[in-house]
Each structure stands twice: as structure tokens, then as C-alpha cells.
């Protein structure tokens, strides 16, 4: 298949500003991932929330307004394709749905993030996870989609020597990830950072949508499904890995981010020797 994005972006648009009635020659992603706003797409009016996300198709009309007051957050993608069974694709695709245990919004952050660093083959990186996008938006609209618990941290990366400073954001993960077997407290974590409690809660809030317990959280249940994934670790040494005191409050913790028992995952996930294709 066939694809070639032609922008892709994350943006802030405050309250009452939007997006004048217009079109385009190409598909538009929109993801709201905090506010919200007013939308109309081919003469029909919706409002759309965080974890929204609409597809308008080449040659659509569409205008949107913010109507919330701490304006509205979007990741955008902008493509093109002369696929056919791709475009037969995209019409099992709805106008408007929501994402499913946050996979698209991971999986199109990093899109928007391979285009702001340009780095290595970033074109060719933006355009697989760009399927992969499309594939799992079809399968949500048809259904038929479960859940994935893919596990790739959006802000770690290799560093090569002499690149720029951190990120704060970056001395927040090193920090969690470093720290993830002991209990430690948001004053703790801003200590170690460097940086203002305050100033660090909304570094995390704007860069992610999360507050920074629910980021945290969602760093320790991405350890969580690597652990599964590629150790043979009990779930008892999981547990005592991530912090938990007992591995109870863990498997309350899985099953409030993923819905499943980490027993029933994985079962899934280590029974599993052989696919054929």
C-alpha cells in the first residue's frame, strides 16, 4: 500500500479561534487529546472531546471552533494516497470516532514526533506508523479491533554525544524509569528534575495531555507489558519490580489500564510460539 503524508503536526488552538470553512486535495486526522471544540464537516455539526478523532476526506468541507476555555489540543496528519485498496480502506473508516486505549494517540504522537526531528529515514518511519494508524482505525471502526498493549515510550530516545540539553521532560522519564522499583512522590521527582513542582506539571500536561500521576502510571504499566513481553518473570517479580507491594494492588493496576488480568495477558501473550502467515 501506498501512502504519502504531506503534513502532520500538534496544535493549540485557544478559545473562539479554529478554522474558517475550507478544503483540501487530501485526507485530515484530527485527534483532540485535551478541550474541546464545535466542528462541521460536509454541512454536519458535531462537538469533539479528548480521545475524539475525525477523518475528513480529500474534498471535504470542513470548519471547527474552540469552545472550551482552556482552548483545544490536536495531533493533525495530512495525506494523500492513489491506492486503491487503500482508499477501499479508508472508506470502512467513520467521520468521527473514539481511540481505544489511547493506541492511536501513541501511535500518532510519535508520527508528529518523526517529522519535527527529521531524523534517520524519517519519512519512511512517519509513513509505517501512518499505516499502522490507518489499519487499526479500520479495525476499531469495524469492530474487530482488541487491544494491542504495544509498549514504546514516546519521549525516550537515543541521545548521540553532544546533542542539546534535556528536555525536561526527558530528566522526567530518566527519573521514572530509574526510580521505578521504590516509592517516590511528585516532590521527589521535581527535586531530582531541577525544576519548579508547578513548572514540571505542566511541562508533562502540555507535551502529553496527562497529569503527572497519570503519566507516571502510564510509564510503570508500559514497563509492565515489556516485562511480559520479552522476560519470564513472574508476575510476583513484575510486580516487586514496578513497586507494587503486593502483587493484588498490581493486577488492580493492569486491569484498570488495560481491562484484562495480567494473568489472562499473559497467557496471550507467552503461550503464543508460532504464527503462520
Given at each position: 500500500m501506498d501512502v504519502k503524508?504531506?503534513?502532520?503536526?500538534r496544535f493549540h488552538y485557544k478559545k473562539a479561534c479554529g478554522k474558517e470553512s475550507h478544503y483540501h486535495n487530501d485526507y485530515q486526522i484530527q485527534l483532540v487529546y485535551a478541550g474541546s471544540s464545535l466542528m462541521v464537516l460536509d454541512g454536519e455539526q458535531f462537538s469533539i472531546f479528548p480521545g475524539d478523532i475525525v477523518l475528513s476526506r480529500k474534498g471535504s468541507t470542513h470548519a471547527f471552533q474552540t469552545i472550551s476555555q482552556e482552548g483545544v489540543k490536536m495531533l493533525e496528519v495530512k495525506f494523500i494516497t492513489l491506492d486503491h485498496e487503500l482508499e477501499d480502506i479508508l472508506k470502512g473508516i467513520k467521520t468521527k470516532f473514539e481511540d481505544q486505549d489511547r493506541q492511536l494517540f501513541s501511535l500518532l504522537s510519535r508520527l508528529v514526533?518523526?517529522?519535527q526531528r527529521k531524523a534517520l529515514n524519517y519519512?519512511?518511519?512517519?509513513?509505517?506508523?501512518?499505516?499502522e494508524c490507518l489499519l487499526l482505525m479500520y479495525r476499531i471502526c469495524m469492530k474487530s479491533s482488541i487491544p494491542v498493549f504495544e509498549s514504546f515510550p514516546l519521549h525516550r530516545e537515543a541521545r548521540p554525544p553532544g546533542s542539546s540539553p534535556l528536555h525536561p521532560l526527558d530528566l522526567v522519564d530518566e527519573y521514572i524509569h530509574s526510580n521505578l522499583e521504590h516509592s517516590f512522590t511528585l516532590h521527589d521527582l521535581s527535586v531530582?528534575?531541577?525544576y519548579n513542582q508547578d513548572y514540571l506539571y505542566r511541562v508533562i500536561k502540555n507535551r502529553t495531555g496527562l497529569s503527572a500521576i497519570k503519566y507516571i502510571n502510564l510509564v510503570k504499566f508500559e514497563k509492565a507489558l515489556f516485562l511480559i513481553q520479552n522476560t519470564e518473570q513472574?508476575?510476583?517479580e513484575i510486580a516487586w519490580?514496578?513497586?507494587?507491594e503486593n502483587l493484588q494492588y498490581f493486577s488492580r493496576f493492569f486491569k484498570h489500564h488495560s481491562g484484562i488480568t495480567?494473568?489472562?495477558?499473559i497467557a496471550k501473550v507467552?503461550?503464543?510460539?508460532r504464527t503462520d502467515y
Amino acid at each position: 500500500m501506498d501512502v504519502k503524508i504531506t503534513s502532520s503536526g500538534r496544535f493549540h488552538y485557544k478559545k473562539a479561534c479554529g478554522k474558517e470553512s475550507h478544503y483540501h486535495n487530501d485526507y485530515q486526522i484530527q485527534l483532540v487529546y485535551a478541550g474541546s471544540s464545535l466542528m462541521v464537516l460536509d454541512g454536519e455539526q458535531f462537538s469533539i472531546f479528548p480521545g475524539d478523532i475525525v477523518l475528513s476526506r480529500k474534498g471535504s468541507t470542513h470548519a471547527f471552533q474552540t469552545i472550551s476555555q482552556e482552548g483545544v489540543k490536536m495531533l493533525e496528519v495530512k495525506f494523500i494516497t492513489l491506492d486503491h485498496e487503500l482508499e477501499d480502506i479508508l472508506k470502512g473508516i467513520k467521520t468521527k470516532f473514539e481511540d481505544q486505549d489511547r493506541q492511536l494517540f501513541s501511535l500518532l504522537s510519535r508520527l508528529v514526533l518523526e517529522g519535527q526531528r527529521k531524523a534517520l529515514n524519517y519519512k519512511i518511519m512517519s509513513g509505517t506508523l501512518l499505516m499502522e494508524c490507518l489499519l487499526l482505525m479500520y479495525r476499531i471502526c469495524m469492530k474487530s479491533s482488541i487491544p494491542v498493549f504495544e509498549s514504546f515510550p514516546l519521549h525516550r530516545e537515543a541521545r548521540p554525544p553532544g546533542s542539546s540539553p534535556l528536555h525536561p521532560l526527558d530528566l522526567v522519564d530518566e527519573y521514572i524509569h530509574s526510580n521505578l522499583e521504590h516509592s517516590f512522590t511528585l516532590h521527589d521527582l521535581s527535586v531530582a528534575c531541577g525544576y519548579n513542582q508547578d513548572y514540571l506539571y505542566r511541562v508533562i500536561k502540555n507535551r502529553t495531555g496527562l497529569s503527572a500521576i497519570k503519566y507516571i502510571n502510564l510509564v510503570k504499566f508500559e514497563k509492565a507489558l515489556f516485562l511480559i513481553q520479552n522476560t519470564e518473570q513472574t508476575l510476583s517479580e513484575i510486580a516487586w519490580h514496578l513497586g507494587f507491594e503486593n502483587l493484588q494492588y498490581f493486577s488492580r493496576f493492569f486491569k484498570h489500564h488495560s481491562g484484562i488480568t495480567p494473568s489472562e495477558y499473559i497467557a496471550k501473550v507467552r503461550l503464543t510460539t508460532r504464527t503462520d502467515y
